[in-house]
């Protein structure tokens, strides 16, 4: 007899990968999820091919797990019910639920999470509340978590934000939660300004004395722009003992023709700045070709040479190899140090060398990604480098498949490395769709497969089902329908089916990350966490979505 279950997060996965894309709720990122959040990502206006519920089986047909979705009027996620099957007593045992609440222009008001002992007692285990002003912009959301001793929801945290005239966070507050239940407690702030209200150009952090009840000085970056907001001048400071800020890194950039051509960074000798080091910039046909790096000598009063990054083009411009130089003092030259090769025969490859004390260039790491005609990516190949062999060796792989016509995923396939030193496949998936009610399309079965050496064995699938009535959204191209999702690949997609006039990405605590129009951002840089993203549409309307970026 197979051992219960607990609720299965890939047979919700389709929908929640939807729900992001449309903005409904958080963006939680798990494996299973990443391998159907391509799949998910073409997505109409007309939702009427979301799934009602979704069941997962065993391959021998053995229910596993169920969910059932429930939307509001407007077709948005209002609750989400997960049930694992019982086999001992042959039903479905709800496990938990997350209700969603929202307010009249589609902003998500509340997220409630509700779990279920075997008795289907429930309880709270975590509440999300979402504040909005009356200009549509996020005012303040809490977080709060169930304490087991207390059988109780305690505040985790909360963010309070204060907008200027623009729409752009003017300060930020962070609480965290006390002894005392629900009594929250300041513990950050952060004060920013802008040019022409709209790049940030300052911010200031400060932390809360809870002893003094006072606001003391933490850190401090201002920054100025050039007429074509090219960034000059960067300053950091940090706060002395006595409570006053105090030089601590400083980066001033110079430009020609709009292309950057050096870029100094100071020190602080506690009341000056002391310069520190020196990027200069070579350009060819408009592109960068070299970056030197100079050191600052204090007793010579003279730069000197430290490091350098040589890159070089194919006559399509694309990069072709980039190697990374120390200078060497005793023979007054460059040494090669690393290496970056770029190769676009069978796919974008990219491979990673150092260069070892004998003079000979040793593998690091080496990626190949490769695309169809319609630009989907079918595979991504890592390789690690094999000492004795003095080769590549094959480390991980994913393949993915799609239809010609209607672009959708058919099936995807993981590969690990085999005994044979190629490819072995290890985990399948393969997806059956159907066309809807509504001549849509929507995903009928998922099936998983799996590999342990003599051969694929069908291990389990899910299957969707879906309501046979019309949505209650009857004038779609009248909505304002804005979705905004992240993906593994390190990117934020936008959509709307109103032009977009202005996107802004800002931090949780209010650090403006990205401003413009761009519907595709990517956050390869962006450490992990909240991020709040407002759109402008041509409509005048501004729609707010928090995502989580991993």
Known sequence: MRNSLPYDHSARIYLLSLGFILGIGQSYSVPAQKSLLKNASE??????????????????????????????????????????????????????????????????????????????ESSYYYKNIFTYTDENDLSAQEYYIYNAENQSLVGLSRF???????????????????????????????????????????????????????????????????????????????????????????????????????????????????????????YSNAKVVAKVT?????????????????????????????????WDHNSASWIAVSRDIYNYDSGNALEQYFYSSNGAWIGIQKRV??????????????????????????????????????????????YSLGSDNGWQGYIKQDYEYEVLFDSSIGLKFAHNYDNKGSGWAYSNYTKFFYSAKETSIDNREALNLVRVAWFPEQFISVASNIEIIQVNVYFVNGTQKFTGKSQRISTNAWETGIYIVKVETADGKRTVRKINVF
């Not at 030089?247 to 100094?264: D, F």
């Not at 100079?294 to 350098?308: E, G, I």
């Open 160 to 282: 309070e934000y204060f907008y200027n005239a623009s729409g752009s966070p003017d300060s930020v507050i962070e609480y965290s939660k006390s002894d005392t239940q629900n009594n929250w407690i300041p513990s950050s702030k952060s004060i920013y300004g802008y040019t022409n209200d709209t790049m940030q150009s300052s911010y200031e952090i400060y932390k809360y004395d809870a002893s003094a009840l006072t606001w003391t000085k933490y850190i401090k970056n201002t920054q100025t722009y050039n007429s074509a907001a090219q960034l000059q001048d960067e300053q950091n400071y940090t706060a002395s003992d006595d409570d006053e800020w105090t030089k601590y890194s400083r980066t001033q950039n110079e430009y020609l023709n709009g292309k950057l051509t050096s870029s100094v960074t100071y020190n602080s000798d506690g009341s000056d700045w002391v310069a520190a080091s020196k990027a200069s910039y070579e």
């Open 43 to 120: 997505v109409s206006t007309n939702m009427a091919n979301l799934p009602d519920s979704c069941i997962s089986y065993y391959a021998d047909g053995q229910p596993i797990s169920k969910s059932i979705f429930k939307y509001n009027p407007s077709g948005l996620l209002g609750l989400d019910s997960g049930f694992a099957w019982n086999e001992d007593k042959q039903l479905w045992q709800l496990q938990h639920q997350t209700e969603y609440g929202y307010g009249t222009n589609g902003n998500l008001l509340s997220e409630i999470g509700i779990r279920y002992n075997e008795s289907n």
């Open 369 to 414: 990604l490769k695309y169809d005609a319609s630009g989907n990516n079918i595979s991504d190949e890592k390789y690690g480098w094999g000492q004795e062999s003095n080769s590549w060796i094959p480390a991980s792989k994913i393949e993915k498949m799609y239809d010609g016509d209607t672009q959708k995923l058919n099936s995807s396939i993981k």
């Open 294 to 326: 100079s050191l600052y000598n204090a007793n010579s009063l003279a730069w000197t040479n430290a490091f350098k990054d040589s890159i070089e083009y194919l006559t399509n411009g694309k990069l072709s190899k980039q190697t990374a130089f120390k």
